[in-house]
């Protein structure tokens, strides 16, 4: 079984700063990473996929890198409306894996 | 637009049953996987099960196996969880979400509450 861990915690950041939130794997997942928003109350929106690729919709202030076992979510230019939870998951369809990390909190 | 809509959540006893549903519009329902994940109070998201676009294979989370059956009826765009045995620490938000690979949109969960 494949354990994401991610990193910080939480992540203390002021509006305009960037921010780096980064994602490990236990073992290399290619580049089968995701990455999600989620603000209180609400359900959990994709940002990216396959570790760089921005979901419909998405601003371009979000970006994502990385494979293999170390990825990275920056938030160029933080927007209010940023402050979330942030979740990075590995998906693979075989053998069938669908596994997130714990989250990282950004606030202000 | 893509919409799911999650149903069927309430307060079961330990040892109880429910059967979610997850009705889906604004795309070919029949052509997409499907998983359901949830979420505890205050807590992340877990993955709990996935059924291929026909319903022909289905996946389960070790929490659940044997207890949950993940099912879907293409004909009325609608996949279930059935939940038997439940538990204590089966309670949480369930969410579906069509399968892209990665998982987008989701719906905005049912909770289900299992206390006696």
């Known amino acids: 079984e494949i354990v994401m861990t991610q990193s910080p915690a939480t992540l203390s950041v002021s509006p305009g700063e960037r921010a780096t939130l980064s994602c490990r794997a236990s073992q290399s997942v290619s580049s089968n990473l995701a990455w999600y928003q989620q603000k209180p109350g609400q359900a959990p929106r994709l940002l990216i996929y396959g570790a760089s690729t921005r979901a419909t919709g998405i601003p371009a202030r979000f970006s994502g890198s990385g494979s293999g076992t170390e990825f990275t979510l920056t938030i160029s230019s933080l927007q209010s409306e940023d402050f979330a939870v942030y979740y990075c998951?590995?998906?693979?369809?075989?053998?069938?894996?669908?596994?997130f990390g714990q989250g990282t909190k950004v606030e202000v | 637009q893509v919409q799911l809509v999650e149903s069927g959540g309430g307060v079961v006893q330990p040892g109880g049953s429910l059967r979610l549903s997850c009705a889906a519009s604004g795309f070919t329902f029949s052509s997409h996987g499907m998983h359901w994940v949830r979420q505890a109070p205050g807590n992340g998201l877990e993955w709990v099960a996935f059924v291929r676009y026909d319903g022909s294979t289905k996946f389960y989370a070790d929490s659940v196996e044997g207890r949950f059956t993940v099912s879907r009826d293409n004909s009325k765009n609608t996949m279930y969880l059935q939940m038997s045995s439940l538990r204590a620490e089966d309670t949480a938000l369930y969410y579906c979400?069509?399968?892209?690979?990665?998982?987008?949109?989701w719906g905005q969960g049912t909770l289900v509450t299992v206390s006696s």
């Open positions: 998951q590995h998906y693979n369809n075989w053998p069938p894996e669908w596994t």
């Open positions: 979400a069509k399968d892209v690979g990665a998982m987008m949109p």
